[in-house]
């Protein structure tokens, strides 16, 4: 009798010891941490600004002065200007003009006009192209512009100048480079906005400022 009770009380100290170990398992697994995901490259935190890439399509424009003003010369007489500035991104330079004259960059390009007493005229014209000279030739040209040999050059930092001849204009081009790049100056004009128009075209010229300087 008292080895059956012996027997029976082992039995039941066995299935505790089970229960208990079974009971601290599951605990156990309860309180493991969840396991950690690792982000697919496309659900990455964007912690960081690619300031760098933004940089890359924004050109940093100089601070200058909104208007200045500049004394030019019109039939021996000195008379003075307000010049206007005039900026663009995609340009490689800024440049002032007169306030009786309008302006205006194309992927990069300058165009400017007369707008003498508030009357645009796009025949009397100054240009700037990012271009070889064939090219704009090429243009002027199908307006009805020809050629011929310049005796003087017209400014000081082109490399190759020709005389732009159409009845009733005058006018210039010119080819130079800056930074390795090609560009074309040119000009042209009805005749009787001569004196107007030269007296206003160094104003303009001598404004540049290249954004690498």
């Known amino acids: 009798m008292k080895r059956l009770f012996f027997i029976l009380l082992a039995s039941l100290f066995m299935l505790f010891a089970c229960n208990a170990d079974n009971t601290t398992d599951g605990d156990a697994e309860g309180m493991e941490d969840p396991p950690v995901e690792t982000p697919e490259d496309g659900d990455a935190p964007d912690d960081d600004t690619d300031d760098d890439s933004m940089d890359s399509d924004t050109t940093a424009l100089p601070d200058l002065p909104v208007t200045k003003t500049e004394t030019m010369m019109i039939e021996g007489m000195e008379e003075e200007m307000i010049l206007n500035l005039l900026q663009g991104e995609e340009a490689d330079f800024s440049v002032y003009i007169p306030d009786d004259m309008q302006g205006a960059f194309n992927d990069g390009d300058l165009d400017v006009y007369t707008n ?98």
């Open 116 to 213: 003498f007493d508030g009357t645009l005229n796009e025949d009397a014209r100054l240009f700037i192209y990012e271009e070889i000279e064939a090219d704009v030739l090429a243009t002027l040209e199908s307006k009805g512009f020809t050629t011929d040999a310049a005796e003087t050059m017209a400014f000081d930092f082109t490399d190759t100048e020709q005389t732009l001849v159409k009845e009733g204009f005058s006018g210039r081009i010119g080819s130079f480079t800056h930074e390795g790049d090609e560009y074309t100056i040119g000009y042209y004009y009805p005749s009787a906005f001569g004196d107007g128009f030269s007296a206003r075209l160094p104003l303009i010229v001598d404004s540049l400022v290249w954004h690498d300087s």
